[in-house]
T-cell receptor
Framework: GQNIDQPTEMTATEGAIVQINCTYQ??????LFWYQQHAGEAPTFLSY??LDGLEEKGRFSSFLSRSKGYSYLLLKELQMKDSASYLCAVMDSNYQLIWGAGTKLIIKP | TAGITQAPTSQILAAGRSMTLRCTQDMRHNAMYWYRQDLGLGLRLIHYSNTAGTTGKGEVPDGYSVSRANTDDFPLTLASAVPSQTSVYFC????????????????FGSGTRLTVV
């Protein structure tokens, strides 16, 4: 079956760096997405990786290793507003998104 | 502001009743999707439409139906609601259904919180 694994919850300190990991097993691969979802709100698109390597976008970076079925989202200079759930999703061979359950990130002052 | 509008924002529905969740987008995206989100689970695809006039079943289609009469609208109907359909429902869209609108991702509506009692 298809599976996306990410930690349920993480805690980090304001101003610090946090890495949220995602491992996947899917039938085919057409890219990996990261979304941010604040409580009670809709998911918003953060990043898309289809080739191996690191994609940097401001304070957020996303890394992909297709051979290892692994990705991470790196958040630098954490701010209180970064408290949210971070969703990892993989697009399979049928161009359907398979979603992880999300990682709830708690930022402490 | 361009995007997706969902209605209603929340609803309490008696079991056995029918209901239609509305979804409208103004981005002229070809593909649209309905997801449900339950605590501890990832978003699960209910139905999708790659282009106006076509629809397909997702992972959890039972008890739900959709139609796509035009590009902008993608309503989701529960014919006879059951308590297990209590969830938060998100409508989403992407530029191209066949490739999923890859680099730009999906755009989501603000969701409908449905409680079936």
């Amino acid at each position: 079956g298809q599976n996306i694994d990410q930690p349920t919850e993480m805690t980090a300190t304001e101003g610090a760096i946090v890495q949220i990991n995602c491992t996947y097993q899917t039938s085919g691969f057409n890219g990996l997405f990261w979304y941010q979802q604040h409580a009670g709100e809709a998911p918003t698109f953060l990043s898309y990786n289809v080739l191996d390597g690191l994609e940097e976008k401001g304070r957020f970076s996303s890394f992909l290793s297709r051979s290892k079925g692994y990705s991470y989202l790196l958040l630098k200079e954490l701010q209180m507003k970064d408290s949210a759930s971070y969703l990892c999703a993989v697009m399979d061979s049928n161009y359907q998104l398979i979603w992880g359950a999300g990682t709830k990130l708690i930022i402490k002052p | 502001t361009a995007g997706i509008t969902q209605a209603p924002t929340s609803q309490i529905l008696a079991a056995g009743r029918s209901m239609t969740l509305r979804c409208t987008q103004d981005m002229r995206h070809n593909a649209m999707y309905w997801y449900r989100q339950d605590l501890g689970l990832g978003l699960r695809l209910i139905h999708y439409s790659n282009t106006a006039g076509t629809t397909g079943k997702g992972e959890v289609p039972d008890g739900y139906s959709v139609s796509r009469a035009n590009t902008d609208d993608f309503p989701l109907t529960l014919a006879s609601a059951v308590p297990s359909q209590t969830s938060v429902y998100f409508c989403a869209s992407s530029e191209d259904g066949s490739t999923g609108g890859l680099a730009s991702g999906y755009t989501f509506g603000s969701g409908t919180r449905l409680t079936v009692v």
